[in-house]
Nanobody
């Protein structure tokens, strides 16, 4: 089992920055993929960014050039640096981990961007 705890959400302004963190505990070794998804009201959950154990990253087109995903393996912590925020970035952001073929989700953290 892997437990995920997100932090760092809140209210941001358009053009500003926020940083999300996700601390993994429990059986946190052998994690293959870590990432962030988000879900806005009335919309489906969508991929924001992924980072693999090889450090290869993938980003949604909507956040490329603005968001940066990173991980600290020593701390089993995932980060999402969100820059140049837009109102359409408003959503609940979920931490995601894939370990030995099984997916784990955090409880979500609200990000609200005002114009």
């Amino acid at each position: 089992q892997v437990q995920l705890v997100e932090s760092g959400g809140g209210l941001g302004q358009a053009g500003g920055s926020l940083r999300l963190s996700c601390a993994a505990s429990g059986s946190a070794s052998s994690i293959n993929v870590m990432g962030w998804y988000r879900q806005a009201p009335g919309k489906q959950r969508e991929l924001v960014a992924l980072i693999r154990s090889s450090d290869r990253t993938n980003y949604a087109d909507s956040v490329k050039g603005r968001f940066i995903i990173s991980r600290d393996n020593a701390k089993n912590t995932l980060y999402l640096q969100m820059n140049s925020l837009k109102p359409e970035d408003t959503a609940v952001y979920y931490c995601y981990v894939e370990r030995i073929g099984r997916a784990y989700w955090g409880q979500g953290t609200q990000v609200t961007v005002s114009s």
